[in-house]
């Protein structure tokens, strides 16, 4: 499983775009990448997935470069509520246990 | 669709003693896994449940660790002899096809 590199901190405020890089040197052809999001107090969970180039759903955005060895997360216009952590996993389909790092810690401002 | 509960939500316990946390996933998802998380840190792996048959486990759980999931449904994780580095949030997930579902953990904490 691809190790990955990502911010242990970032600070924003309200109402701002925020982006989270992460790195994944050692990323293989069939691997996803996946970010998940986690609040105090309960389990992480799932924001978005993607393989190339541009994911978005109603939460983030997911951009992925050609050579796939690093993403970013975006989300825009963050509200208080987005303070959390995010972590980002590498690995593929079907059955594989997640491989979780130290994360990004995410403080938002009044 | 109720989620991954688990059981109980906090739990203080004297070293020494034996704890057991349970874990229910999403009734169609066959696949189940158990990690711990300690401050700061992301979720470690500790096993996997296919059905009921445990096909993976960690070196992080030692012999006081046992896990079982009876007829492929909820799950229970057993720690034997507790000790203060056991103090943790015992994590439960459950996959099914659009991935995994987390539960809001077990804390626990070992006085």
């Known amino acids: 499983l691809a190790k990955t590199t990502q911010p242990i901190s970032m600070d924003s405020y309200e109402g701002q775009e925020v982006n989270i890089t992460c790195s994944h040197n050692?990323?293989?052809?069939?691997?996803?990448i996946t970010w998940y999001q986690q609040f105090p107090s309960q389990g992480p969970r799932f924001i978005i997935q993607?393989?190339?180039t541009k994911v978005t759903n109603e939460v983030a955005s997911l951009f992925i470069p050609a050579d796939r060895k690093s993403s970013t997360l975006s989300l825009p216009r963050v509200s208080l509520s987005d303070t959390a952590v995010y972590y980002c996993?590498?690995?593929?389909?079907?059955?594989?246990?997640?491989?979780f790092g130290a994360g990004t810690r995410l403080a938002v401002h009044p | 669709d109720t989620g991954v509960s688990q059981d109980p939500r906090h739990k203080i316990t004297k070293r020494g003693q034996n704890v057991t946390f349970r874990c229910d996933p999403i009734?169609?998802?066959?696949?189940l896994y158990w990690y711990r998380q300690t401050l700061g840190q992301g979720p470690e792996f500790l096993t996997y449940f296919q059905n009921e048959a445990q096909l993976e486990k960690s070196r992080l759980l030692s012999d006081r660790f046992s896990a079982e999931r009876p007829k492929g449904s909820f799950s229970t994780l057993e720690i034997q002899r507790t000790e203060q580095g056991d103090s943790a949030m015992y994590l439960c997930a459950s996959q099914g096809t659009y991935g995994y579902t987390f539960g809001s953990g077990t804390r626990l904490t070992v006085v």
């Open positions: 996993l590498v690995g593929g389909g079907g059955y594989n246990k997640l491989i």
């Open positions: 009734s169609e998802h066959n696949r």
């Open positions: 050692n990323i293989a052809t069939n691997d996803y």
């Open positions: 993607g393989y190339k």
